[in-house]
């Protein structure tokens, strides 16, 4: 069974603190690295699309890296707001049309 | 235009019954994606279609089934419900399924098993 892990499972910050999160997966299986985030009573909304090693993606404070040879991506948020309050999903494509999710790092920013 | 759009919203059945759910596509999308979510996991897949074909089929029973219409939209029926298949069920849209492309979804249906 394919594993894709997420760290940490939760994390509070306060306001404009930076953070990260990991996504670890089998690098042999790799194709392309998604990232979510989904808000509650929201539905997930894609982030990045990540499908090179070394890939770097940036959308306004929130950027990924992509590292397929060793199997991880992180996730950066740079000055936390609490409108980032919200669960970050990453999913591996593996082929066959198949997305494997991580259970996700749930992400709670106090003002 | 409209996002992906899910029905019904909530859904309470009982053991053995039948249900079927609904998911229209980002217009011009021609591929539609099924994932179940029971709390405290990730979504897990379950199926995809293309074109009115099915393309992908996840580690599901047969009692799920899904069909796509020429309109694009889509069906998924489960049968013989049993009290595990309580869960949040997400359809995802894209141009064509491909694993380079970013599923959009929908809000969801919570289907709950008494």
């Known amino acids: 069974i394919l594993n894709v892990e997420q760290s940490p499972q939760s994390l509070h910050v306060q306001e404009g603190d930076s953070t990260n999160f990991t996504c670890s997966f089998p690098s042999s299986n790799f194709y392309a690295l998604h990232w979510y985030r989904w808000e509650t009573a929201k539905s997930p909304e894609a982030l990045f699309v990540m499908t090179l090693n070394g890939d770097e993606k940036k959308k306004g404070r929130i950027s990924a890296t992509l590292n397929t040879k060793e199997g991880y991506s992180y996730l950066y948020i740079k000055g936390s707001q609490p409108e980032d309050s919200a669960t970050y999903l990453c999913a591996l494509y593996t082929g066959f049309q198949k997305l494997v999710f991580g259970t996700g790092t749930r992400l709670l920013v106090s003002p | 235009d409209a996002g992906v759009t899910q029905s019904p919203t909530h859904l309470i059945k009982t053991r053995g019954q039948h249900v079927t759910l609904r998911c229209s596509p980002i217009s011009g999308h021609k591929s539609v994606s099924w994932y179940q979510q029971v709390l405290g996991q990730g979504p897990q897949f379950i199926f995809q279609?293309?074109?009115?074909?099915e393309r992908g089929r996840g580690n599901f029973p047969d009692r799920f089934s899904a069909r796509q219409f020429p309109n694009y939209s889509s069906e998924l029926n489960v049968n013989a419900l049993l009290l595990g298949d309580s869960a949040l069920y997400l359809c995802?849209?894209?141009?064509w399924g491909e694993g380079n492309q970013p599923q959009h979804f929908g809000d969801g249906t919570r289907l709950s098993i008494l």
């Open positions: 995802a849209s894209s141009f």
């Open positions: 279609y293309y074109e009115k074909e």
